[in-house]
């Protein structure tokens, strides 16, 4: 098993950055890809962003530019640096790995991932 822990979310203005965190414990491996995904009550969990054991990466065409995903595989957390938020990045984040090999048509479908945190809310006000 494997935990997944969020931090880092929060209120912020258009404008603003964020960084969220994510830990994870128990039976990690640094071969998993770990990404974010996000969801509100309106729409479908999404994808945000995802990197590989070897720092691959791959973005939303939402929030390419703005956000940047890293990862330290020694400590087994990822990060998510969000700048230059929007209203429309509000939504509960989620972060969620699996041991998969790294690839984008694979890691944006949301059913792929084995684990995942309990979500962390980030609010843009306008």
């Known amino acids: 098993q494997v935990q997944l822990v969020e931090s880092g979310g929060g209120l912020v203005q258009a404008g603003d950055s964020l960084r969220l965190s994510c830990a994870a414990h128990g039976r990690t491996s640094s071969n998993f890809i770990m990404a974010w995904f996000r969801q509100t009550p309106r729409k479908e969990r999404e994808f945000v962003a995802a990197?590989?054991?070897?720092?691959?990466?791959y973005y939303a065409d939402s929030v390419k530019g703005r956000f940047t995903t890293s990862r330290d595989n020694a400590k087994n957390t990822v990060d998510l640096q969000m700048n230059s938020l929007k209203p429309e990045d509000t939504a509960v984040y989620y972060c969620?790995?699996?041991?998969?090999?790294?690839?984008?048509?694979?890691?944006?479908?949301?059913?792929?991932?084995?684990?995942w945190g309990q979500g962390t809310q980030v609010t843009v006000s306008s």
């Open positions: 969620a790995v699996t041991p998969a090999v790294f690839y984008p048509h694979f890691v944006v479908r949301s059913e792929n991932y084995d684990y």
């Open positions: 990197i590989s054991r070897s720092n691959d990466t």
